[in-house]
Every structure is written in structure tokens, then in C-alpha cells.
């Protein structure tokens, strides 16, 4: 028999298992692709439900609370209530230094859920929910628009920040924390935008605005993220390969960013006094008082840098000492080096991103005027997410391109974001500080009737005079906001206008009446005074526990290690007695202040 068409049996044979081989391959390829992608839509679908469950768990919780907004909720509450009315805010929430935060944003974007609840404190609750779900809406779209894997991503980061945060964060209305995920959400937005993403760079605009006018600490993160995006969109709409789309993607990020700073630039340019944004930057430029240097910046954001577990357990108090080993920051360093080298561009811009995002923060911790509060500080905890996140998208990227696991690292992210979202549901909302926010001045309940009757007798207008700033202050303010229900015309001194607004202050002189909330020893100079008329006291601590608070509160608590930044024992013990049981009477006088 002839050899050659054996010779052409058998690579005909050969061929054609090898067809059969690679078809077997092909076909377990397709069925592992779609039985990814299966899972890809239940866990996607579960996350959305489950999420939904945990807000709609939440807005229950709020609707159905009877919470006071107490202190600066008080004022955040009044300030949002001339919303709309011929006192509209031109600028934001008041600050400790004597101006106000930039803008008014948080109190537009209050307003409507107050006006919903028909101005009940717990309108304040809700409106957070509100604000807090559409920064992390937000986020998600632009990430749902470069990828299913992206938006994985992502997704697992916000849980993860709100979990660090803890649920009942997402209902504070407090103006430093309301501000995080808005700029959690900035962030994911900036790295779009710089990519050429017209929906991002609106979005980016917007949550930097509103980021920024809540809080100024946040300032120079949210400047450095514009330089960079708007001079990525100058650049591309100069010289890209698009550049009309991105000539109209730039002109419309302007306009909207002329909308959202259109109020404080018309304060700025009608006050008498210089205007609000001036007074910032000059704080801003020459501070006042010491600040915190070098070593706290660095030991701020290392500490939030360090590892995950620092802050994962939602304990976001930075202790004092040495500075830790920022070891996301070396990982981030090591993964922007990779993704320039393998020429990924994407996960390169948000290395960048999340790279000056963390020496902006260093550079802002290090300026903190004054005592670094925990509540200043607290928005370093976004920078950590994303810098996370950063790494992560470059360990996906090498996983889809060497192993082939773009679906099944996809399905992983959905599955590890629906455990924490079920473990979020079945723990239920942590409200312990919205909680006991409110628990001081409920103990003084009793002094509201005599107060308000004791105003009723006086000629208007009263002139509101507060001894300390504890909890006469919070009383004060509980006064003034049921005030207008009661028919009472009360106001603080015209110094207090930048907190309160011109018509809730009054130039002393001009004031009739005064009503006096005396804490502690002060209130020896009202009863031996004949002008004023003690109307209620409440003091709910033995003789013993009041010479020890009397002892406490002398002590420079600021210059202690054991202080507000790293509370032993003995502080705590203080705080217990301020806070929860301190003293407070009621003077009135008919008659008008007396000048100091």
C-alpha cells in the first residue's frame, strides 16, 4: 500500500482531534463566561437589593424618631429653614475661627427634606440620608459608565467607607461629616474626568463644591483635584483627539461650577465687611494660633495609611505618638510604578489621583489651627478608601490580563459587597452618637414651660446671654428655634450674626429684655443681682460630684497627653459631668442689658 495517503489519514485524523480539542476548550470557555456572568446579575442584583434594604431600614428608623436638633444641629435646622425665604444663606455653616464655611450647598440640599417633615428635627436626619445616597449614586454611575469591573470596584469601596463610617452616619447632618462621601465621590469622579468621561467632570464639580463648602478643612484636596481635571479637559479640548466633545464637556463643568458657587461669590461681592470667602483665605494664608506641624500631618494620614484595620472597625480616633508606617502608600507607590511600566493608563491616572490626594491631606492635617480635633481629620478616612482602591484596580487589571479571571474576580468583588451589605442589615443601624446627642438637654426638659412663660411676661425684644458654651448654649438655641412657634421675639447679640443670621442677633442696645442661662458658679452674679428673677434650676449632682467637675474643669485640658485627642480616664470622667449632668439656671429681667 502506498504511504503517502496513510501519511494523509492520519494528519487528517490528527487535525481533526485537534478541532474537536479546541472546540471542547471553546465551549467550556463560553459556558464559564456565561456562568460567570449568571453570577455577575444575582450578585449584582442582590447588592442593589440589599442596599436597599439597609436605606429603606434607616429612612424607617428616621421617620419614626422623635430627635431634637440640638446645638449646632439647632443651627444647621434654623439656617436651613430661611432657605427659600428673603434670608437665603449666601454662605455655609459658621466656624469656631469667626467666618463661615464657603458655601451654602449642605443647606440647599437640606432644605427640601426639612420642608417634607414639616421642619421637625429629624428632617435634618433625612436629608443626610439623602445627600450621603446621592454622592454614593454618583459615584457608581460614573463608574457603571467605564465598566462592569469598575463599578465592582467601586461598589466594594463605598461599602467599605460606610462601614468605617458606620450606618448611622450616613443620617449625621453635622457639616465635617456629611462632607465624606461626597468627596469619596469627587475623587472616583476626577479620575473619570481627566480620562475624558463630560458626565464625570459634572459630577466632580458638583461633589467638590459641595465637599468644600461644607467644610474648609477639605479645601486643598478639592483645589488640587481641579487644577488637575480642568487642566486635563483644557488640555484635551486643545489638542485631543475629540476635541470638540471636549470643548463641551469643559464649558459645561464651568457653568455648573459658576451655579454652585454663584451665592458665595455674590456674598463676596455685596458685604460690607469684606466678604466670607476673603476671610477665609486670609485664615487660610496666615491661621490663627498654632498649628499642628509637620509630624501630626504625617502622623494623621500615616495612622489612616497604615493598615485597613486602624479604621475599618469605625474607630476613627488617631492616637498620639510616633508616626506609623504608611504601608498604602508604599503599595500605591509600587502599583503606579507597575502601571506605567505595563502602560495602563487608566489605573495610572488613579494612582495619581489617590497620590495627591494623600499629600494634599498630609499638607491640610498639618495646618490644623489649633487642637486637631477628631471631627477635623475625620475625610482623611475617604482618601485612605480610594488610595485602596487605586491598588486594587491595578492587582485587577494584572489578575484579567495573566490569568484570564475578568468575570470571576468581578463575581468575587459582588459576592465580598453583598456579605458586608447582609452582615450592615442584620447588625442594624449604629445611632449611639445621633443618639446621645440630644440626651443633655432633655434632662433640662423641665426648665422649657417656666422659660417660655417667664418670655411671654417680657417686652420684646429679648436679648438671649449665655455664661459658657455648654449646655446654656444648647438651651439657648432650643429657645430660639421655638421661638417662632410661640410668638417670642428672642435674639442673640449682633456679634453671633454669622452663626444665626442678621435677623435672629440684635446690637444689645437695641434689646428691652434679657434672658440669662447661667452654668455653674456664674450663677452666684445673677441671684445676688435684684435686676434679674431666677425662674427654674436644674442641678442633678450631689455636692461631691459638683466639687469634682469644679475641680476638672480648671485643668488646661488642650495641653494634657490624656486630653480631647487621646482621652484617659480622668478626662472621660469630666466629660461625663459636663455633658450629662451639669448645672443650669434661668435669670430673666424686665429690664434692658446692661453694657459691659
Known amino acids: ?81 430661611d432657605v427659600g425665604s428673603s434670608h ?97 465621590a469627587a475623587a472616583i469622579a476626577a479620575w473619570r ?24 478643612e477639605s479645601a486643598l484636596s478639592v483645589i488640587a483635584l481641579t487644577v488637575v481635571v480642568f487642566g486635563a479637559l483644557i488640555a484635551r479640548a486643545w489638542r485631543g483627539p475629540q476635541r470638540t466633545h471636549d470643548q463641551r464637556t469643559l464649558v459645561s463643568a464651568l457653568a455648573v461650577g459658576v451655579v454652585c458657587w454663584l451665592l458665595p461669590i455674590i456674598e463676596q461681592f455685596t458685604s460690607a465687611t469684606g466678604g ?71 489605573e495610572l491616572a488613579l494612582c495619581g489621583i489617590s497620590g495627591l490626594l494623600v499629600l494634599t491631606a498630609f499638607l491640610a492635617c498639618s495646618r490644623i489651627s489649633g487642637v486637631a480635633f477628631p471631627y477635623l481629620y475625620r475625610w482623611v478616612l475617604a ?45 442594624g443601624p449604629n ?15 423641665s426648665l422649657v414651660e417656666p422659660t417660655l412663660a417667664a418670655l411671654h411676661e417680657l417686652p420684646p425684644p429679648t436679648l438671649i446671654t449665655v455664661t459658657a458654651s455648654g449646655v446654656d448654649g444648647s438651651f439657648a438655641i432650643d429657645m430660639l428655634q421655638r421661638a417662632p412657634d410661640e410668638g417670642l421675639d428672642v435674639r442673640f447679640d449682633s456679634a453671633r450674626a454669622f452663626i444665626f443670621g442678621t435677623q435672629r442677633t440684635i446690637d444689645p442696645a437695641l434689646a428691652k429684655s434679657e434672658l440669662v442661662l447661667a452654668e455653674g458658679s456664674s450663677r452666684e452674679t445673677y441671684r445676688n443681682n435684684p435686676n434679674y428673677r431666677l425662674v427654674a434650676e436644674f442641678d442633678p449632682l450631689s455636692p461631691e460630684d459638683r466639687a469634682e467637675y469644679e475641680r476638672l474643669d480648671v485643668i488646661d485640658w488642650n495641653s494634657r497627653v490624656d486630653g480631647p485627642t487621646n482621652p484617659g480616664d480622668e478626662y472621660r470622667h469630666y466629660r461625663m459631668l459636663a455633658e450629662n449632668f451639669e448645672y443650669l439656671a434661668v435669670f430673666v429681667s424686665d429690664q434692658p442689658p446692661v453694657p459691659e
Not at 60 to 67: F, I, M, S, Y
Not at 398 to 418: D, G, N, P
Not at 432 to 442: E, P
Request: proline share 4%; with cysteine; glycine share 8%.
Open 1 to 81: 500500500m502506498p504511504l503517502g495517503p496513510l501519511r494523509t489519514s492520519v494528519s487528517d485524523v490528527e487535525a481533526t482531534e485537534s478541532d474537536e480539542i479546541a472546540s471542547q476548550s471553546i465551549d467550556a470557555l463560553v459556558v464559564d463566561v456565561d456562568l460567570s456572568r449568571t453570577w455577575m446579575r444575582v450578585l449584582r442584583r442582590t447588592a442593589l437589593v440589599l442596599a436597599a434594604l439597609v436605606l429603606a431600614a434607616l429612612a424607617l428608623r428616621v421617620l419614626t424618631w422623635d430627635w431634637l436638633a440640638v446645638g449646632d444641629f439647632g443651627t444647621l435646622r434654623l439656617r436651613t429653614l
Open 88 to 184: 437665603t444663606p449666601l454662605v455655609g455653616i459658621y466656624s469656631r475661627w469667626g467666618w463661615n464655611h464657603p458655601g451654602p450647598m449642605l443647606l440647599l440640599f437640606m432644605a427640601p427634606a426639612l420642608r417634607l417633615t414639616g421642619g421637625a428635627g429629624h428632617g435634618l436626619l433625612l436629608g443626610a440620608l439623602l445627600i450621603n445616597l446621592g454622592a454614593m449614586a454618583a459615584a457608581l454611575v460614573v463608574a457603571r459608565r467605564a465598566g462592569g469591573q469598575t463599578l465592582a470596584l467601586v461598589a466594594l469601596a463605598a461599602v467599605v467607607l460606610c462601614r468605617a463610617l458606620g450606618s448611622g452616619e450616613l443620617l449625621d447632618p453635622w457639616n465635617p461629616y456629611v462632607l465624606i462621601l461626597a468627596l469619596f
Open 193 to 216: 474626568a481627566v480620562l475624558g468621561d463630560r458626565v464625570a467632570a459634572i459630577v466632580f464639580v458638583v461633589a467638590a463644591s459641595f465637599a468644600v463648602q461644607c467644610h474648609v
Open 276 to 346: 466670607n470667602l476673603r476671610a477665609v483665605i486670609s485664615f487660610a494664608l496666615h491661621g490663627n494660633g498654632d498649628v499642628n506641624g509637620w509630624h501630626d500631618g504625617a502622623r494623621i494620614v500615616g495612622w489612616f495609611l497604615a493598615w485597613p484595620t486602624n479604621w475599618i472597625g469605625g474607630n476613627l480616633l488617631v492616637p498620639k505618638g510616633s508616626i506609623p508606617v504608611p504601608f498604602a502608600l508604599v503599595a500605591l507607590v509600587f502599583a503606579a510604578a507597575w502601571a506605567a511600566r505595563r502602560r495602563h493608563r487608566e
Open 383 to 427: 482618601v485612605a478608601v480610594v488610595v485602596w482602591l487605586a491598588i486594587g484596580a491595578v492587582v485587577l487589571r494584572e489578575l484579567r490580563e495573566r490569568f484570564s479571571l475578568k468575570h470571576w474576580t468581578e463575581v468575587a468583588m459582588w459576592l465580598v459587597t453583598c456579605a458586608l451589605l447582609l452582615i450592615t442589615l442584620v447588625q
Open 431 to 445: 445611632l449611639t452618637a445621633l443618639k446621645g446627642s440630644d440626651s443633655a438637654l432633655r434632662k433640662f426638659s
